[in-house]
T-cell receptor, first 112, second 113 residues
Framework: QKEVEQNSGPLSVPEGAIASLNCTYS??????FFWYRQYSGKSPELIMSIYSNGDKEDGRFTAQLNKASQYVSLLIRDSQPSDSATYLCAVERGGATNKLIFGTGTLLAVQP | GAGVSQTPSNKVTEKGKYVELRCDPISGHTALYWYRQSLGQGPEFLIYFQGTGAADDSGLPNDRFFAVRPEGSVSTLKIQRTERGDSAVYLCASSRDTTYEQYFGPGTRLTVT
């Protein structure tokens, strides 16, 4: 079992729809969770961080965390073609270290 | 303000050669991280520095890889006797503190021929 798992996609949604991206992790000691967006040929760009159970909203983005189920999700409302990218889920390893463990990413394609 | 910068942006080298990759973190960020990303994969942790010291180097694949951060700011990742399997994008990230979000630089694409 991978430490951080994401569906590789592609996830295709029409413009204006809600895109839902999911991530599960295996280390119950993890405390910090991040979503990065990565355009093709570019480096990862931090878009959301979440540390507590529940929802965290920032503009069109909502991150959801459920530590009991070891599940993190990202919702993108009113999806735009410019949102088309790979979305990487990253989990901070629990314990003394603060390295990030990344999933392989989900490719999102927003169709105009 | 200025983000994380990395040089060179691209590096092509022959198998067996030595390479150095440089990272300049965001001003004031004390924590610095190196990751490596292969095609179709997420970034893979290599090493992180808190200040001048390597706090965790557990991700370095073998002793051909070494990194330094002598003055607590700029870091250099050094790879000896490069192999074709070392070809990847090497990413550097920094954070204000080890408990804060990590921000990535543009990466160095290393190609070993």
């Amino acid at each position: 079992q991978k430490e951080v798992e994401q569906n590789s996609g592609p996830l295709s949604v029409p413009e204006g729809a809600i895109a839902s991206l999911n991530c599960t992790y295996s280390d119950r000691g993890s405390q910090s969770f991040f979503w990065y967006r990565q355009y093709s040929g570019k480096s990862p760009e931090l878009i959301m961080s979440i540390y507590s159970n529940g929802d965290k909203e920032d503009g069109r983005f909502t991150a959801q965390l459920n530590k009991a189920s070891q599940y993190v999700s990202l919702l993108i409302r009113d999806s735009q073609p410019s949102d088309s990218a790979t979305y990487l889920c990253a989990v901070e390893r629990g314990g003394a270290t603060n390295k990030l463990i990344f999933g392989t990413g989900t490719l999102l394609a927003v169709q105009p | 303000g200025a983000g994380v910068s990395q040089t060179p942006s691209n590096k092509v080298t022959e198998k067996g050669k030595y390479v150095e990759l440089r990272c300049d973190p965001i001003s004031g960020h004390t924590a610095l991280y190196w990751y490596r990303q292969s095609l179709g994969q997420g970034p893979e942790f290599l090493i992180y520095f808190q200040g001048t010291g390597a706090a965790d180097d557990s991700g370095l694949p073998n002793d051909r890889f070494f990194a330094v951060r002598p003055e607590g700011s700029v870091s250099t990742l050094k790879i000896q006797r490069t192999e074709r399997g070392d070809s990847a994008v090497y990413l550097c990230a920094s954070s204000r503190d080890t408990t804060y979000e990590q921000y990535f630089g543009p990466g160095t694409r290393l190609t070993v021929t």
